[in-house]
């Protein structure tokens, strides 16, 4: 369960501390009433940010990606660092959020630039600190259609379709939703990526994951694990579409965030390899909290 915010925490809220009780947003913000907006979720471990830049980068791309301008992606930054230290936190999963602002009357039609003035908002919610030898938890996943749009590679607000994927999976016991999907053009359906997570298989010692290609989101996670795989691991990484059946025949399948690396052991319910953690799945676990814990 994630952890609340503390009932005494400061956000910030268009540069400017808050109580978190206090910060509120106008019913006829469009980040309420049409979802027009794009967030971030950063890991602070020891009161510092791992893979900062990255995070600064993506939120830039998606704020391109909603045509929302002129918002000073870089402070972020500054604000994330001092709100850690205003909650008196070393470890936290800072959540960042951008909306296009309160403009009069629900139209669908977006203001003009001029008339858009975007509301940013930085939470921290406490986390455990990140542990060398930490277990992973296993468990299942669900594989449901991948009913989203078509710009996953936005980090948007516009969470419902995968809200509802990963409380079915919740339902069916499991932690989480895969999605699949046929992209135009293509008979076949392909595994794309989890509710909030990106998804791995290894086969035969290789490493399998979907392209970057806009239609994931490009999980800075999934970045490191990739590099991890190859650099400290010595592994073929292909990023390479694969289907589901191709996913149950695998030896082991597991998903990353910005707060986990955690292995699959069911898949609707089957099997997957052995149905344990598989070795692969705990060494690249092991080196990306290395990376954390080096950073
Ligand atoms: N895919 C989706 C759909 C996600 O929501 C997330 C996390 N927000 C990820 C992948 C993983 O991205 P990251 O490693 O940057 O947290």
Same mark, same amino acid.
């Given at each position: 369960m994630?952890? !609340? =915010?503390?009932?005494?925490?400061?956000?910030?809220?268009?540069?400017?501390?808050?109580?978190?009780?206090?910060?509120?947003?106008?019913?006829?913000?469009?980040?309420? #009433?049409?979802?027009?907006?794009?967030?971030?979720?950063?890991?602070?471990?020891?009161?510092?940010?791992?893979?900062?830049?990255?995070? #600064?980068?993506? =939120?830039?791309?998606?704020l391109d990606g909603i045509g929302l301008n002129g918002v000073d992606v870089e402070a972020f930054h500054a604000w994330s660092d001092a709100l850690m230290q205003r909650n008196h936190l070393t470890d936290a999963k800072v959540y960042w959020q951008v909306t296009r602002g309160d403009a009069g009357p629900r139209d669908f039609f977006m203001p003009p630039p001029?008339?858009?003035?975007?509301?940013?908002?930085?939470? $921290?919610?406490? +986390?455990?600190?990140? +542990?060398?030898?930490?277990?992973p938890t296993p468990?299942?996943? #669900?594989?449901?259609?991948?009913?989203?749009?078509?710009?996953?590679?936005?980090?948007? =607000?516009? #969470?419902?379709? $995968?809200?509802? $994927? %990963?409380?079915?999976? %919740?339902?069916?016991?499991?932690?989480? $939703?895969?999605?699949?999907?046929?992209? !135009?053009?293509?008979?076949?359906?392909?595994?794309?990526?989890?509710?909030?997570?990106?998804?791995?298989?290894?086969?035969?010692?290789? =490493?399998?994951?979907?392209?970057?290609?806009?239609?994931?989101?490009?999980g800075i996670t999934r970045d490191v694990i990739v590099q991890s795989a190859r650099d400290d691991l010595g592994l073929t990484v292909r990023e390479a579409c694969f289907t589901a059946e191709e996913l149950f025949a695998a030896d082991e399948v597991f998903v990353c965030s910005t707060t986990q690396l955690n292995p699959l052991v069911t898949v609707n319910q089957r099997r997957i390899g052995d149905g344990q953690p598989g070795k692969t799945t705990l060494q690249l676990r092991r080196s990306y909290l290395e990376r954390v814990l080096a950073d």
């Amino acid at each position: 369960m994630p952890t !609340p =915010l503390p009932p005494d925490a400061t956000v910030v809220f268009n540069g400017e501390f808050r109580p978190a009780a206090d910060a509120r947003y106008a019913l006829e913000e469009r980040g309420v #009433l049409f979802a027009d907006g794009v967030y971030e979720v950063v890991r602070y471990d020891r009161g510092r940010p791992f893979a900062m830049q990255p995070h #600064l980068d993506r =939120l830039a791309h998606s704020l391109d990606g909603i045509g929302l301008n002129g918002v000073d992606v870089e402070a972020f930054h500054a604000w994330s660092d001092a709100l850690m230290q205003r909650n008196h936190l070393t470890d936290a999963k800072v959540y960042w959020q951008v909306t296009r602002g309160d403009a009069g009357p629900r139209d669908f039609f977006m203001p003009p630039p001029e008339d858009q003035h975007a509301n940013c908002v930085v939470m $921290a919610y406490p +986390a455990a600190p990140v +542990a060398r030898g930490s277990v992973p938890t296993p468990g299942g996943g #669900l594989i449901v259609e991948d009913c989203r749009w078509t710009k996953c590679w936005i980090k948007s =607000l516009m #969470l419902q379709p $995968a809200s509802m $994927a %990963k409380t079915a999976a %919740k339902n069916a016991g499991c932690v989480e $939703a895969i999605f699949e999907r046929a992209k !135009p053009g293509t008979h076949e359906s392909h595994i794309t990526e989890g509710g909030s997570t990106n998804v791995f298989i290894v086969r035969d010692g290789e =490493l399998h994951t979907h392209p970057n290609d806009g239609w994931i989101l490009g999980g800075i996670t999934r970045d490191v694990i990739v590099q991890s795989a190859r650099d400290d691991l010595g592994l073929t990484v292909r990023e390479a579409c694969f289907t589901a059946e191709e996913l149950f025949a695998a030896d082991e399948v597991f998903v990353c965030s910005t707060t986990q690396l955690n292995p699959l052991v069911t898949v609707n319910q089957r099997r997957i390899g052995d149905g344990q953690p598989g070795k692969t799945t705990l060494q690249l676990r092991r080196s990306y909290l290395e990376r954390v814990l080096a950073d």
